[in-house]
T-cell receptor, first 112, second 115 residues
Framework: AQTVTQSQPEMSVQEAETVTLSCTYD???????LFWYKQPPSRQMILVIR??????QNATENRFSVNFQKAAKSFSLKISDSQLGDAAMYFC?????????FGTGTKLQVIP | NAGVMQNPRHLVRRRGQEARLRCSPM?????VYWYRQLPEEGLKFMVY????????ESGMPKERFSAEFPKEGPSILRIQQVVRGDSAAYFC?????????????FGNGTRLTVT
């Protein structure tokens, strides 16, 4: 069974600064994908970034990038040049065979 | 280019009534997932369906809860004889395939309140 752990219930960052959100996971599968989703107060779940387990290169989407450490089963999200609109819950997710497992989320506050 | 459509957005039911939550997946998507989210908590997997088939219902309570995804029409999550503990946001997601590389696209959720 897969598990996803987000050990930081809340984080805060100054506007324009950089913040890193942690995520670790446990799986017996060798082929899987990892995702970060953002959930603003509107409740809509928005896909932020994805990473294939077989790719060593870390995924990047504009101001969002990941640090994927497969051996350590770690998948952190880095947000650069934080903006007020980045304030949201962030969920890490593992997609294996027929199953998508989410972490408990990290609430990110952006301070003007 | 409609995304995943869920309705109703809000649903209020009295204890003992039935709740029916609907989900129309994105165009071209034949895989549907239902999740429950309690306040200030993450998403808990309930059930995974493909057209006319339940693939994985390991997260679904054994009693009162059922789900279907018929050949025609939306996926339905049905909760019979609701209790206060059923109050939560219920999210539906769809994917094009069941493959690992196929991300989930979410609807806006249905917030169920049981009074």
């Amino acid at each position: 069974a897969q598990t996803v752990t987000q050990s930081q219930p809340e984080m805060s960052v100054q506007e324009a600064e950089t913040v890193t959100l942690s995520c670790t996971y446990d799986t017996s599968e060798s082929d899987y994908y990892l995702f970060w989703y953002k959930q603003p107060p509107s409740r809509q779940m928005i896909l932020v970034i994805r990473q294939e387990a077989y790719k060593q290169q870390n995924a990047t989407e504009n101001r969002f990038s990941v640090n994927f450490q497969k051996a350590a089963k770690s998948f952190s999200l880095k947000i650069s040049d934080s903006q007020l609109g980045d304030a949201a819950m962030y969920f890490c997710a593992h997609r294996g065979y027929q199953k998508v497992t989410f972490g408990t989320g990290t609430k990110l506050q952006v301070i003007p | 280019n409609a995304g995943v459509m869920q309705n109703p957005r809000h649903l209020v039911r009295r204890r003992g009534q039935e709740a029916r939550l609907r989900c129309s997946p994105m165009k071209g998507h034949s895989h549907v997932y239902w999740y429950r989210q309690l306040p200030e908590e993450g998403l808990k997997f309930m059930v995974y369906l493909q057209k006319e088939n339940i693939i994985d219902e390991s997260g679904m309570p054994k009693e009162r809860f059922s789900a279907e995804f018929p050949k025609e029409g939306p996926s339905i999550l049905r909760i019979q004889q609701v209790v206060r503990g059923d109050s939560a946001a219920y999210f539906c997601a769809s994917s094009r395939t069941g493959g690992r590389d196929s991300p989930l696209h979410f609807g806006n959720g249905t917030r169920l309140t049981v009074t």
